[in-house]
């Protein structure tokens, strides 16, 4: 019986609809997607995502992703398929950036990075199906590759740097997924490894329940491949969760933990 009266009131509203009104849903998933670009990832995509299964397709779509080639792309081989803005470098991608925006970085190039610093949570994501597909590396005497002052996620990556950190966590939570980290430090074993965290929570629960607004995690989901030659293969100076890591150690001696 109330299914026949919901019924009966949908037929109700859409005669009552004038013959030229146009609903939002009434368009192409194209010119949604449109819309959908001046929209902030967060919290806005976020809350679009959550009213029908169209939006939340449509949110994930891979042409939302921000592509970066060095080089010549052809369409097809983006995530997406098909034709868009490709941006040279990381850096560039990053500065056009959106919190909680993916950046897919093209496989079968290097990409230099160097110093980059990401305010706002980002996915960084491999374009390749291993990790040396797509290699990011630094030249000497840089600071770091990147450097994280958000929640961010990289995965599918493979960075090189010499004399610096390939990674400097700050703050917020990071996720390194199915990443290879080589960092050479030419002999000062002491000074460098291919992981750096600064980040300090400043309020953790004694029961051991971790409020996530508050709390600060670098979160290593294997297999990860960290190739330290220095002294340490992680170096904390303030609060770390570290798990599910591999470390691989090529000099004489056992890697450590700091």
């Known amino acids: 019986m109330m299914a026949q009266q919901h ?36 919290p806005d995509l976020f809350c679009c995502a959550q009213t029908c299964w169209r939006f939340h397709r449509l949110t994930s779509d891979k042409r939302m992703w921000l592509v970066v080639s060095p080089r010549y792309i052809p369409p097809e081989d983006t995530p997406s398929g098909r034709a868009g803005v490709v941006h040279n470098t990381l850096k560039a991608a990053v500065a056009a950036s959106r919190p909680g925006d993916t950046i897919w970085l093209a496989p079968g190039v290097t990409h230099e990075a ?14 390749g199906s291993n990790p040396e597909d797509t290699p990011i590396s630094a ?21 090189s740097a010499t004399l610096c950190p390939c990674l ?15 960092s050479d430090p ?30 600060v995690e670098l979160a290593v989901a294997k297999p990860l491949a960290a190739t330290a030659a220095a002294a340490a293969a992680s170096v904390c100076m303030g609060s770390l969760d570290l798990s599910s890591s591999k470390v691989i150690r090529h000099s004489v001696g056992g890697g450590r933990l700091v």
Do not use: W, Y
Request: hydrophobic share 45%; charged share 20%.
């Open 168 to 182: 400097v966590h700050r703050k917020g939570v990071l996720t390194v997924e199915r990443c290879k980290l080589k």
């Open 186 to 215: 030419k002999g000062l074993l002491h000074l460098v490894s291919p992981v750096l965290t600064l980040a300090a929570s400043s309020n953790r629960s004694n029961s051991g329940v971790r409020d996530l607004g508050d709390a």
């Open 7 to 42: 019924a009966q009131r949908t037929a109700a509203d859409r005669a009552a609809r004038p013959s030229k009104e146009t609903h939002l849903l009434d368009l192409d998933d194209a010119c949604i997607l449109m819309i959908l670009k001046h929209l902030m990832p967060l």
């Open 114 to 127: 160097s110093d980059i610093h990401i305010p706002h949570p980002l996915h960084i994501l491999g374009g």
């Open 139 to 159: 030249p000497p005497g840089v600071d770091c590759v990147l450097s994280f002052g958000a929640s961010c996620k990289v995965a599918m990556l493979a960075f």
